[in-house]
């Protein structure tokens, strides 16, 4: 339905999961496509051979979200290449550590904080500073998680990382509301990307997990794209500093039996 089109997307953490399935979704509505990736170049530039088919622009580059320099160095690529960005999805991101807080490191507690966090605010910081003449219309997409909300025992980590992620989107809302700028968050809950490989590679692993979704199944990265399209295009134009969960009620569920 070309409802971005000739709009410029960048989207970090795009060579898989649920950075790929937006990108993609993007690019069949028209948006030229930012891919970018941490370390498998391999899987970016599949995901921009699949965007070249859509007929939309694409370029890939690798990106550390957690470094900011890297951040800004890519930024800069892409507005010398493409001459402007649109709309910003932050994705890029690591998992819990699964470790409890007693024995926790000060590093896997940064890498965590650094890259979820941190990442975002690099990422939009940059955003705004290249669309600092043009702001409105802009949109800005964070993935956040139901652990911005739901917390889990061993994963303070990610919990705190996704928490802190909320507030800032939240912030950045109301900074940013009169200059027509949209700021959003998604929160998935279990979605089949790498970030949950055992369920993807054992049935009975991701069986045991589903019982607690009241849907009772998992959910498809695909499942993402049709939202983060809205939360994009003008359709959204009067919604900013919200949290769309999707999750087949997995986050309200797990109250139950107390």
């Given amino acids: 339905m070309n409802k971005l089109k000739d709009k410029v997307a960048?989207?970090?953490?795009?060579?898989?999961?649920?950075?790929?399935?937006?990108?993609?979704?993007?690019?069949?509505?028209?948006?030229?496509?930012?891919?970018?990736y941490h370390s498998d170049k391999e899987s970016a530039k599949k995901v921009e051979q699949r965007i070249n088919k859509l007929g939309t622009?694409?370029?890939?580059?690798?990106?550390?979200?957690?470094?900011?320099?890297?951040?800004?160095?890519?930024?800069?690529k892409v507005i010398k290449d493409f001459g402007k960005i649109d709309i910003l999805v932050s994705n890029a991101?690591?998992?819990g550590s699964n470790i409890p807080v007693s024995?926790?490191?000060?590093?896997?507690?940064d890498t965590c904080i650094k890259t979820n966090l941190y990442g975002a605010f690099y990422c939009c910081r940059e955003f705004l500073k290249l669309r600092k003449r043009g702001l409105k219309g802009s949109k800005i997409i964070i993935v956040s998680s139901i652990h911005?909300?739901?917390?889990?025992?061993?994963?303070?980590?990610?919990?705190?990382?996704?928490?802190?992620?909320?507030?800032?989107?939240r912030s950045l809302a109301l900074e940013l509301a009169a200059k027509g700028v949209c700021?959003?968050?998604?929160?998935?809950?279990?979605?089949?990307?790498?970030m949950n490989q055992a369920a993807m590679n054992s049935k009975k692993i991701r069986e045991k997990k589903e019982q607690h979704i009241p849907m009772k199944r998992a959910g498809k990265p695909q499942e993402i794209g049709p939202l983060a399209i809205y939360l994009a295009s003008s359709d959204s134009d009067y919604?900013?500093?919200?949290?769309?969960?999707?999750?087949?009620?997995?986050?309200?569920?797990?109250?139950?039996?107390?």
């Fill in 10 to 36: 960048l989207i970090t953490g795009s060579d898989s999961g649920i950075g790929r399935a937006i990108a993609e979704s993007f690019a069949a509505e028209g948006a030229n496509i930012i891919v970018t």
């Fill in 57 to 76: 622009k694409v370029s890939t580059y690798q990106l550390d979200v957690s470094d900011e320099i890297s951040v800004q160095s890519v930024f800069g």
């Fill in 93 to 95: 991101g690591v998992n």
């Fill in 103 to 109: 024995e926790m490191d000060t590093k896997t507690f």
């Fill in 148 to 169: 911005e909300e739901v917390c889990t025992p061993g994963n303070a980590d990610y919990n705190a990382s996704k928490g802190a992620v909320k507030n800032f989107s």
């Fill in 183 to 194: 700021v959003n968050n998604i929160a998935p809950g279990m979605i089949l990307t790498p």
């Fill in 239 to 258: 919604i900013t500093g919200a949290t769309f969960t999707i999750d087949g009620a997995l986050s309200i569920n797990l109250g139950q039996g107390a």
